[in-house]
Every structure is written in structure tokens, then in C-alpha cells.
């Protein structure tokens, strides 16, 4: 069945929205997995008492997300790029759970925002305790050289002399770079305080594209429909 004027248009940007959404979910899901199984960090979830740690929930929550993510993307691109009006609406419907997931999670980082910080501190602070006692896991140091770069932050430290992750640190802005940068957990809880509202707005602006979405996948599922209809009853004419 072919669609055109708004159906065609909302296939195409599901596509998009499910190829960027794809990314996103591999990222997670990839992460989470070496996290949760890399030889340096295994034992972590092998310990009972550490089963409620920051670092475990985290990373069982990036598992848990990529593989959502994947699995609404699987039926999203079945839906729009087959034309199935049946996937399309299982589809509508798990993006209406992420909708509303999203919406909790919001008001919960607003309302919680202080133990938020606190967790994301004690986040990194693990991952740092991880890299060194796995002598430079690869993907550990990955992900804290995206982290030290973005925020232009230096380990636990920010004393290049004395920083043991200084491998990781992002090159120097200015001369006094040289010698001392601002330590992470303390640029990071910085950052929390005075980005909030950015950080609100993104959380926003996810929302806004899941609703774009479920518009596009309900203006495409009419015009299956109505494709459809039109089909059978031509048939039922000829016949």
C-alpha cells in the first residue's frame, strides 16, 4: 500500500526518529553490557552488598533502557517502513509509555534533585575507583575522557602532577591548565546547579519528539487504514 502528502511525510520522519533513537539504544545497551561483564568491573555485581550500589543501578538501568529502546525501534521501522498498521500501533503504545516514564523521571530529578547530584557524583567517583583498579579498562576510559572533555574537568584531583587518570583529562585552555584544572566531582555538581534548567529543557525536548512521533505513527496509521479500505472496496467492485 502506498501513502503520500502527510502520511509520506510522517514515514520519513519516523524513520529518522526511529535511525536516531537506533543510535541511542546501541549506545546504552553496548555500554551497559561491557559495564556489566568487562573483567574489571564483573565482580562488582558478584558482590551482594554492592547489588545497591550506584554504580550497579546505573548500569542495569542502561541495560534495562537500550534494550526498551531497541525492542519500540524494531517495531516503529516493521511499522512505518512495511506499512503494518498492527506494529504501528504496538508501537503508538510503547511510545505512550515512554512518554509518561519520561515524565516521572522528570519531575523526579526536579523534585530530588539534590540526591540526583549525588548520585551522579558517586557515579563518577565509581567509574574513576574502576579505571585505576582495572589498570585504564579501555571503554572506562572512554567514557571518562567524553566526560572530562565535556565538563573540561581532571579526575578526582584536577593536580596533573598527582592525577593517576591524567590520560584522560582534556588538553590544557591556558597556562595555569598546565599545572591544575577543576576536579570532576565538584565541576559536575557545579554543572548540576547551574544547568538545571538545560538539563530540564533536553528532558523536554525528548518529550517533544515522542509526541511527534505518535502524531506521525497516528496520521500514518489513518492513511493505511484509508488505503486500505479503498482497496478492498475496489476489489469487492471488480468482483
Known amino acids: 500500500m502506498a501513502v503520500d502528502g502527510c502520511g509520506l511525510v510522517c514515514k520519513y520522519i519516523l524513520f529518522i526518529f526511529n535511525i536516531i533513537f537506533a543510535l541511542v539504544g546501541l549506545v546504552l545497551l553496548g555500554l ?4 556489566r561483564f568487562s573483567p574489571g568491573t564483573r565482580g562488582i555485581f558478584e558482590i551482594e552488598a554492592l547489588n545497591s550500589s550506584v554504580f550497579v543501578m546505573v548500569v542495569t538501568i542502561m541495560i534495562v533502557l537500550g534494550s526498551v529502546i531497541l ?3 524494531s517495531f516503529g521501522d516493521y511499522g512505518a517502513c512495511g506499512e503494518k498498521r498492527c506494529a504501528l500501533q504496538v ?6 509509555f ?42 572506562i576510559g572512554v567514557t571518562l575522557t567524553f566526560i572530562h572533555k565535556t565538563l573540561h574537568c581532571c579526575g578526582v584531583t584536577g593536580v596533573s602532577l598527582i592525577e593517576i587518570a591524567k590520560n584522560t583529562c582534556p588538553d590544557p585552555k591556558g597556562f595555569s591548565d598546565y599545572f591544575i584544572m577543576k576536579n570532576c566531582p565538584v565541576t559536575i555538581a557545579e554543572v548540576f546547579d547551574s544547568r538545571g534548567p ?6 523536554f525536548g525528548i518529550g517533544v519528539l515522542l509526541i511527534t512521533a505518535m502524531v506521525c505513527t497516528s496520521i500514518l496509521w489513518k492513511q493505511l487504514k484509508k488505503v486500505h479500505q479503498e482497496v478492498t472496496a475496489y476489489y469487492k467492485n471488480v468482483y
Open 32 to 35: 551497559g553490557l561491557w559495564l
Open 71 to 73: 525492542i519500540v525501534v
Open 91 to 96: 508501537f503508538s503504545v510503547l511510545l505512550a
Open 98 to 139: 515512554l512518554f509518561v516514564a519520561e515524565v516521572a523521571v522528570a519531575v523526579l530529578a526536579y523534585t530530588k534533585r539534590d540526591q540526583v547530584q549525588m548520585n551522579i557524583v558517586e557515579f563518577y567517583t565509581s567509574l574513576y575507583a574502576l579505571y585505576v583498579s582495572s589498570g585504564g579498562d579501555p571503554v
Open 198 to 203: 538545560m538539563m530540564m529543557g533536553i528532558l
